[in-house]
């Protein structure tokens, strides 16, 4: 759109990926949004936290996770979240999707 | 020495340094004005935040620390994110959404929001919000609001609904959105002309398609257009109907202010009856009464007069806030008054229950006087600075300087069976109980007297202090033996009734006039005819 701004680039790109990225990460177990967290700003792929919130309640309201109170053993009890049936199908769409759109920018680049 | 805090975050107990509790309120307070249009999920992203928070928090507290600071408090935020991470997010979200109906100029109509200005501010930063809306010096609106508070204090009523009405601009985004683009006729006509380019866009995008064969579609398409062709139609509806009500709670509050502050003459050029509340007040309520009547009225009135100013104000600047506590209390405050006013009415029309009367008979002296005058005693000029009120068939006479109250009474001339004529006052009155009516007829003060050969009668009967009027009567009832000639003086039409009389005259003629009592009543007396 209006200014081409490196860092203003680089957020999009990581928006784009980020609700894939959460999925995989779910994928590979059920977390608590702290361990997604964890997983997600060790990647460098978020810079706060805040902003996993809103996209986590999006996606359980879009059906692709799921979540179940967890007890714990400091403070009160805490979010567990799981990927869905619809959730699995959904990633399996973005893996295939984002091959594609590496293989693309691959080509693209090495030309 | 700080003050420390004791609060809950996310079901967790903490103590807080009360300058690191207040940014953490104004930081949870923004947070929920950003996700306000998330509706049903908003609380839930909160409480999320607000759980990740105590949990950060937390692993700041040691066993040598156990108050959480205001650095604690910002490094937290500093790693959930500020509100502007957040906006960002979302404003990359909805632009990634590909779904091109979504009309660019949308974005840049909305820009400016109608904020209080908390940087800009007197008192509640009214007048900065509408001076960055309007694109003008706050000075102006601030005059404004001051020259309205002459027009019956209707800048204060204004400003308090203000202050409720807008939100006030916690974010730097909101900040941002208040100072947008102005506001004028020529963007209201933009916004316009852009719905209109966006109709025939799409036509031409339906005439171009392939689509355009398939009905199916083209149904659709139809569909979708008029969709688009109602929004803007309606939106300027909405536009008009704001403003509509905003004119009518505005105007008719100033008209009432008016009516209620200033004494006018309704009926116009004619000089009475003048209708005045504090008058009437002190003519026919106790004091208590009528100001808890005055309020109730008020409130009665200005609460859908308010509302209506308010439902307008929300419509024209599309502020979309809803407070459910504030309109209950106004509706509480609604049907109290009406409760209130009603019972009070109630009560004072019980003032009014029962009826009394009680008659008095004087012997006039005749001392074998020719002719027995009968005059109206002169000594009080009553008339001066009175009022005269007329309700159903009663005149109230009204002395606003010192509050009496004082009405005529009613001569009436019949033929007597005595020797000497008699006066009959009798007085007639209504109060809450029989006794009360009895006590009443005490304080219904008339004064007539004799002297000589001339009766003079008061013109006016009076309340007696601090009475209120309770359908006071008084009748003078006059027996005339036969044969007696009287004279009725020319301002003897003021108390006289409609007298039976042989030569039926009427009692605006009969004045000035000598009568002499007969077997068939009063007869026009001349001294030729003797």
Known sequence: MSEMNLENVKAQMRKGVLEFCILSILSRGDAYASDIIKRLKESKLIVVEGTLYPLLSRQKNAGLLSYRWEESTQGPPRKYYALTDKGNEFLKELNSSWSELVEAVKSIYNK | ?530
């Open chain 2, 1 to 530: 020495m700080k003050k420390v805090v004791q609060t809950n975050i996310g079901g967790r107990h903490f103590f807080m340094d009360e300058d690191a509790y207040q940014v953490m309120n104004e930081y949870l307070g923004s947070l929920k004005t950003h996700f306000e249009k998330e509706k049903e999920v908003a609380s839930e992203i909160i409480g999320d935040i607000e759980q990740r928070m105590a949990e950060l928090l937390e692993s700041r507290l040691t066993d040598n620390k156990k108050v959480i600071s205001l650095e604690d408090v910002l490094e937290t935020i500093k790693i959930l994110g500020k509100i502007e991470d957040f906006e960002f997010m979302d404003g990359e979200g909805e632009y990634g959404d590909e779904e091109e109906e979504k009309e660019p100029s949308y974005s840049r109509k909305e820009n400016r929001h109608l904020y209080r200005d908390p940087d800009n501010s007197y008192i509640a930063g009214i007048a900065g919000g509408l001076g960055a809306y309007f694109n003008v010096d706050p000075m102006w609106p601030r005059l404004l609001f001051f020259a309205l508070i002459f027009a019956n204090g209707f800048g204060v009523i204004l400003y308090f609904i203000l202050w409720v009405v807008i939100p006030k601009a916690r974010t730097t985004a909101q900040k941002l959105q208040m100072k947008g683009e102005p506001v004028t006729i020529k963007n209201i006509e933009r916004s316009i002309s852009d719905e209109y380019h966006k109709v025939k866009n799409n036509i031409y995008k339906i005439r171009d398609s392939e689509k355009f064969r398939k009905t199916q579609d083209v149904f659709y398409e139809i569909l979708h257009m008029a969709g688009l062709f109602f929004r803007a139609i309606l939106k300027i509806i909405i536009y008009i109907i704001g403003i509509a009500f905003i004119l009518a709670g505005v105007v008719l509050i100033a008209g009432l202010g008016i009516a209620f502050f200033t004494r006018f003459d309704v009926f116009g050029q004619i000089e009475w009856p003048r209708f005045d509340l504090p008058d009437l007040s002190n003519i026919f309520i106790d004091p208590v009464n009528f100001n808890l009547m005055t309020i109730s009225l008020a409130i009665l009135i200005l609460v859908p007069l308010i509302a209506l100013i308010y439902g307008g104000i929300k419509l024209v600047f599309n502020i979309r806030t809803r407070n459910r506590f504030l309109g209950a209390i106004a509706l509480t405050a609604w049907i109290l008054a009406l409760i209130c006013l009603v019972t009070l009415a109630f009560i004072e029309g019980e003032n009014y229950a029962f009826e009394a009367s009680e008659s008095h008979t004087y012997t006039i002296k005749d001392n074998n006087y020719s002719t027995l005058y009968l005059d109206i005693n002169q000594k009080h000029d009553f008339i001066e600075g009175m009022t005269v009120y007329s309700i159903f068939d009663y005149d109230i006479y009204y002395n606003r300087s010192d509050k009496t109250i004082m009405g005529k009474p009613e001569l009436e001339i019949i033929k007597g069976y005595e020797d000497e004529p008699r006066l009959t006052i009798k007085k007639y009155t209504r109060n809450v109980s029989m006794k009360n009516a009895a006590g009443y007829l005490d304080e219904i003060a008339y004064k007539w007297e004799q002297k000589d050969s001339i009766v003079y009668f008061d013109e006016f009967y009076s309340l007696n202090e601090d009475e209120k009027w309770r359908f006071p009567e008084v009748e003078l009832i006059l027996s005339i033996p036969e044969d007696k000639v009287i004279y009725l003086s020319e301002g003897m039409q003021d108390i006289l009734g409609e007298v039976d009389n042989a030569d039926f005259y009427l009692k605006d003629d009969m004045a000035d006039k000598r009568w002499i009592m007969t077997k068939n009543g009063l007869k026009l007396y001349n001294r030729q005819s003797e």
